[in-house]
Structure formats: C-alpha cells, structure tokens
C-alpha cells in the first residue's frame, strides 16, 4: 500500500521532506500541499510532487479522504492546531520540533491522543534516527564508561537570520539537545540555568549569542550545552559523555582528510540539512512504515511535552538568570506501553 501524505508548511524542511518522500524513500506519495503563502506550495508542488492538490487550508487538507497522514513542517506557533486536527480525524501525524511552543499545548495533544486511544503523533527529533546518536547511545547502555557523571555537548550554526531571537536558541535550536539527552540517558531533568558569556559581535545586535545551558537529571548529572548561532565557520554537532570508567564522543561526519600545502583539513558541513540527511531519511522512512500499518513508533507526545516543559523552564532561566525548577507531570501509562 502506498500511503497518501499531506503536507501543511512548504518552507525550507516541508520541502527537504516532500523531496525525500517523493525522491528517495519508499512505500508513501505526496497527495496534498498546504501553505499560509500559495506560492510556496505552489512551487513545492513543481519542484516535487506535481500530481498533489494545493489546499486552500490546513484543515482542508486534514479532511481529504486521499489524505492518510498528515506531516506538519509549518512555523512552530501553528503545531498544536493542526496536530490537534489530525487526532481529532484519527490520522497518523509528524510533526516537526517542536510539538507545540509550550508545555499546556503539548498536554492538550497527548489528552487528545489519549482519548482516541491510539498513538498518532511523531514528533521530529531526528536525532534519535542518527546513527552517530544511535552508537553512543549504545555505549551507554552497554556500560562501556560506566556510570555517567556528566555531558558537555555544544550546537553551532555557521549564523542566523534576522528573525531569530535570543528565545528561539532554546525554543528553536537547545529543544533538539533537550530531547536528545534525556533520550540517551534514560532520565528526566529537574532544574535549568542559562548563563551568556562575551557577547559576538557577529550576532545581530537584538540577540545575545553564545549562551551556555547548564541541566541537572534526577540522577544528579550536570549537562552543560554551549548554543552558539553565529558561529562562522559551519555547523557542528558535538557531545563527550564523561562516565565513571571513561568517555564517549559524538562522532564526526566522515569526510575526507585532504593534505596540501603543508596543512591537513577536512571539510565542516554547512547545515542541518547535509548533516542530518540520513537521520531524516531514516525518520519520515519509520513514519510511513508504521503509519501504513498501524501507528507511529518514534519520539511520542510525551517526548515533545519533556522537551517542552524543559524549554519553558530555559527560557524562564534566560530572564531571571537563576536555577529554575523543571517540574513534569507523572508520565501517563499510555506513553509507557
Ligand atoms: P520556514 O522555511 O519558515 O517554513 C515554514 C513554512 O510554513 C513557510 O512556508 C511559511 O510560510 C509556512 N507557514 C507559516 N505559518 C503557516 C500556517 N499558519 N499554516 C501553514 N503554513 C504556514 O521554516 P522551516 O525552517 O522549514 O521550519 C519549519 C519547522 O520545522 C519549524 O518548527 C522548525 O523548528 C522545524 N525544523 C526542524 C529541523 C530539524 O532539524 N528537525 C530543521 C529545520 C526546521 P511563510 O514563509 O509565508 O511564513
């Protein structure tokens, strides 16, 4: 069976998805296109898939009966709505990071789910799919550097554009480290502090760039993550987990060691796209496989509500400069099975 996918936000990764799901991967079909701005779906359409209708409106889409899943890649503030929607017609969703832009929303999602009885929501934490991630992860678990102590991760885009705000280091960019440390240690936070060093003068002169996330797990491990957008010189993805016994790095992307005049370098990608190919590939593959036979199984609702309530408490750091509390609802034995 091939499934029929719609899908609401054309911008820059509903495109990289409707390319992926029409070039590269398998078993699903683009049927249905919605964008705030016609044009863009428009050419969306052109570029990848010619034979979908463009919807006048989200819940147009929604409703379409060629419509069996539904991917949401539209500006974060508009998540919650349109994942509603798509419980409320029983179709399996994803949607990208974040599930919804606070923690409230992400509990209306998963009252929602619930009620439906049946898992549909997958939220886009690619990095779960990454096989870098995927080989730490299991280091972890097999408990090659023993008990873990402590991660020092760090996320660096080469810059940012002019409506990206101090807010969004943590609501847009920290929400994938969020996620992913939680994931790879099996453990909830309690508290988050946000400090700011020297600011860059290559940031735009609204927004404080770097800052460092400084998270504390129940199990009292300290994770500090440096976010810093404006980087120059490319995008880079880092995490060493400091255990007991030893320490296990992030790798690198490979790329090809070149040697000439003297100096020996190798090439940094540019962006998330080119460095999380693989993991996106391997995300939306997993989203049609069990969307076509039944329900999604990769990062839940309650995967976006921790990393939401975490972000919430983020922000509330950046502003008052202190220690603020992470505080979670009990996990619901839905999101347990
Ligand atoms: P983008 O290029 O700005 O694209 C968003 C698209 O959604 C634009 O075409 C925008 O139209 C449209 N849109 C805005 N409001 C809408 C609405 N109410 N209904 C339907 N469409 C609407 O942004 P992006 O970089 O693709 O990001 C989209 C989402 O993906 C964000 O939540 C972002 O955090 C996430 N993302 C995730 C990753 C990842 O690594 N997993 C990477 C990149 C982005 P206008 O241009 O007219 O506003």
Redesign the pocket.
Known sequence: MTLGIGV?????????HIRRVSRALSGGRIVAL????AD??RRAAQEWAPDAVICDT?RDLVARPDVQAVMV???????A??VLDAIAAGKPVFC???LATNAADCLRIMEAEMARGRRLVQV????RYDSGYLDLKAILDNGTIGDVLMVHAMHRNQRVGPNYKTEMAIT?TL??ELDVHRWLLDGEYVSAQVIFPRRTSKALPHMRDPQIALLETKRGIRIDVEIFVNCQYGYDIQCAVVGELGQANLPDPPAVPVKTGETLSRHIMKD??YR?IDA?DAEIQDFIDRASTGSPAGPDSWAGYAASVAADACVRAQESGRIEPIEMIAKPAFYSR
């Not at 919605?34 to 701005?37: A, S, V, W």
């Not at 886009?124 to 990095?127: D, E, L, P, Q, S």
């Open positions: 609401i936000g054309t911008g820059a990764i509903g495109q990289d919605n964008d705030i701005n863009n779906a989200a890649t539209s500006w974060g503030g508009t998540h709505e349109y990208e990071k974040p886009g934490f690619n990095r847009d929400v994938h998330w796209k999380f996106y």
